[in-house]
């Protein structure tokens, strides 16, 4: 794995899943500057917020064969290991995959970052375990309230 920061905005961006784990995807993609595609039968109301503010392009269904064709990064966020193997099926190598619920099928992976006003921290256990890398964040974020960096 090879650390980057990408300028998101730039890319076509599909989010498969309307719960909680494509809600917090989502969210950090708007945040980032990018207008995502999810799709999912049902939508968290963040979700629904979001389309009304024009951030985030809702398609109200399952996933269908060749939805992820037009689209350069996938984030698979479904329960449905169906569904999920369906969408690896279609993507191709050229495609930045991200399966939410399990890390080998995927070529790219999150990192936590805790944001100051100049500068950034990156956090990663490489997929293999979320609920470290949230505690690490938050550890972090603790020790740092103390700490002037000015």
Not at 71 to 97: D, G, S
Not at 100 to 126: C, R, V, W
Request: net charge positive.
């Amino acid at each position: 794995m090879y650390p980057i920061l990408i300028d998101i905005k730039q890319f076509s961006i599909l989010v498969v899943g309307g719960g909680k784990i494509a809600t917090r995807k989502v969210c950090g993609l708007i945040e980032a500057g990018a207008k995502p595609t999810v799709i999912s039968p049902n939508f968290s109301d963040t979700l629904l917020n979001a389309k009304k503010s024009g951030s985030v392009v809702l398609r109200e269904r399952s996933f269908q064969y060749g939805d992820t064709k037009s689209f350069q990064i996938i984030f698979i966020c479904t329960n449905n290991k169906a569904v999920n193997q369906a969408i690896l099926n279609e993507t191709t190598p050229r495609q930045l995959v991200n399966d939410t619920t399990n890390q080998y099928n995927s070529n790219f992976f999150n990192m936590a970052l805790i944001k100051e006003k100049d500068f950034g921290i990156a956090l990663t256990t490489k997929g293999k375990n979320p609920a470290k890398t949230k505690l690490l964040k938050q550890k972090l974020l603790s020790l740092l309230k103390g700490i002037s960096l000015d």
